[in-house]
């Protein structure tokens, strides 16, 4: 159960910034006993990814603040996340971490089960990203982009180290995560109402 949980939380946090997750499983396995990755996933330790992984994040940071660039940025990443979700599906569940330590029991047998699972989870958060942040930047005119991005790379951080540490709190995130939806839905819901009498007239 944790490893699912741990799977799902790196992979919700690759849909909000692909390379906060893969960079905080890579600096944790470096430098510390908290994440230790298995035989096939040990490359996110290297240091040159680590530092790949660090330039890709302060371009993406940068990107992600800009309006206009932020869209842009969010079409190009529409490849770029469920693919880190799907990395760091794969390399979480598969790790020792401080709550599991025989992860290896998890998914003996279908290995690209994962991998897949990450991608999905990634493309969901991600897409939800994408039809929030048009929504801010046209009721702010431009001025909430930078709020947004910097609660949304705050909120990866938090969950890739909870997904390791605490992933029994991935919970409470997920149950977020739908209230969001829930009300995200019905608040263009309504607006779209509203319009309709307003052109009527």
């Not at 598969?94 to 690209?112: C, I, L, M, N, R």
């Not at 969950?159 to 991935?170: E, F, G, H, Q, T």
């Amino acid at each position: 159960m944790f490893e699912v949980l741990t799977g799902t939380g790196l992979a919700a946090s690759a849909g909000l910034n692909a390379y906060i997750p893969l960079l905080t499983m890579g600096l944790l396995a470096r430098y510390t006993d908290l994440i230790d990755l298995p035989s096939g996933w040990q490359w996110l330790g290297n240091g040159w990814v680590v530092v790949i992984l660090a330039v890709l994040l302060a371009v993406e940071v940068v990107a992600d603040k800009v309006p206009v660039v932020d869209h842009v940025n969010d079409v190009v990443q529409t490849v770029v996340r469920p693919t880190a979700g799907g990395l760091a599906f794969g390399a979480g569940s598969a790790s020792e971490t401080v709550t599991v330590s025989d992860p290896g029991q998890f998914f003996t047998s279908s290995q690209w089960v994962p991998v897949v699972t990450g991608v999905l989870i990634a493309l969901g958060v991600h897409l939800l990203k994408s039809a929030a942040r048009p929504v801010v930047n046209a009721t702010t005119a431009g001025f909430g982009a930078p709020v947004a991005s910097t609660a949304e790379d705050a909120t990866s951080v938090v969950m890739s180290v909870v997904a390791i540490i605490l992933p029994a709190l991935v919970l409470a995130f997920l149950v977020g995560l739908a209230l969001f939806v829930y009300w995200f839905v019905r608040r263009r819901r309504d607006r779209r109402r509203d319009r309709r009498p307003a052109r009527a007239a």
